[in-house]
């Protein structure tokens, strides 16, 4: 290889990784890539690119696992010059039936028939509201430890916001939130803080508000801990694979109405 040819397929390894990192799991609110999810990513001369990932146990949740390969298909396919996308998930009870559905660019549905609970949207809407709300009552803490009123704040409209002068930890903070306020409400004039019902808060409960969103954000946080030293655990410094177990467990799908996570 040239090394032309050798830089030129640096930068779109890199445009890869740049693309896979703005894929989140979606209980998590983190990107696959920072989770240590994502394993390889190699692009072919043909612009195939291959991308192995896996998770923290062989038997995480299979919608879950579904979701998060064909959202890094999605976002890897929109590169212009990558003509095929393969998506390899590895270690996982159902990884050939979530590796073949995800080639064949079928629906969680199709993919597992009359074991599936039915379509993503509704599971993936539950988790972006939780983003949001642990999203906003960071920024939300933030902004009162830094001397702004409740009363204050909740007259920002969203263009205020995001003139709203701040260190590098608020901004980003803004950012983030308003990346998630579209899931609940979608005009950019409007007010900036708000319910996951589009409703504008009270200044005089906003610290009670602000309790019952961090209950939201304690159960995430948990999670990330626990996902992250299960996979430390099982791959290790050095990322070797773990044997499967031997027991065959059922098919296991997280409902959009439970808050845990089986990892």
């Not at 980003?172 to 504008?200: M, N, T």
């Amino acid at each position: 290889m040239t090394t032309m040819a050798a830089v030129a397929a640096d930068d779109r390894t890199a445009q890869v990784w740049a693309q896979l990192a703005s894929v989140i799991d979606p209980e998590l609110d983190e990107s696959v890539t920072e989770l240590g999810f994502v394993t390889r990513v190699e692009v072919g001369a043909d612009a195939h690119v291959q991308i192995d990932f896996r998770l923290p146990t062989y038997w995480c949740a299979a919608n879950f696992a579904f979701l998060m390969a064909d959202d890094m298909r999605v976002a890897v396919v929109a590169l212009p010059w990558v003509r095929k996308v393969t998506v390899g998930l590895g270690e996982h009870m159902y990884a050939d039936e979530i590796n073949r559905g995800v080639a064949a660019g079928q629906s969680f549905q199709a993919t597992f028939g009359g074991e599936a609970s039915g379509e993503l949207q509704e599971i993936r809407r539950t988790f972006l509201l939780k983003a949001f709300q642990r999203r906003q009552e960071a920024l939300l803490t933030y902004l009162l430890g830094h001397g702004h009123q409740p009363t204050a704040l909740l007259r920002l409209t969203v263009t205020d916001l995001a003139a709203l002068w701040c260190d590098s930890t608020g901004r980003r903070l803004i950012e983030r939130y308003l990346e998630r306020r579209p899931v609940v409400v979608s005009d950019a004039g409007g007010l900036a803080f708000v319910d996951i019902e589009g409703r504008s808060l009270d200044a005089a409960q906003m610290h009670a508000y602000l309790r019952a969103l961090r209950r939201v954000g304690v159960n995430a946080e948990f999670n990330s801990a626990l996902c992250r030293g299960l996979l430390a655990t099982r791959y290790g410094g050095g990322c070797v694979p773990q044997a499967a177990p031997a027991e065959v467990k059922p098919i296991h799908f997280v409902r959009s109405a439970s808050a845990g996570r089986s990892a």
